[in-house]
């Protein structure tokens, strides 16, 4: 997939998978009707909404030389009830 970078597994990640919501980190040019255009056809699934916001770069120092990393764009995915993403679900033990 083009657009969608990786899965985010963070805290508040892995407490939105009990509520059928996945994390992913996707390019900052690509739109929400396209983020969900990708996870339902790549994954097989139904998306309810597609909430996003964009996160600043980070400032970098090589030497005496100031730069930043590239900002980019985290998607919060919510599916429809009966559906999921197996490989990101946690298991259930």
Known sequence: MD???YAVFTEKS???LGKNQYTF???S???KTEIKHWVELFFGVKVVAVNSHRLPGK???MGPILGHTMHYRRM???LQP???IPLLDREKN
């Open 59 to 61: 400032g970098r120092r």
């Open 25 to 27: 980190n996707v390019e």
């Open 29 to 31: 040019g690509f739109t």
């Open 82 to 84: 009966g559906y999921s």
């Open 3 to 5: 657009g969608i970078k």
């Open 14 to 16: 892995l407490r939105l």
């Open 76 to 78: 919060i995915i919510t």
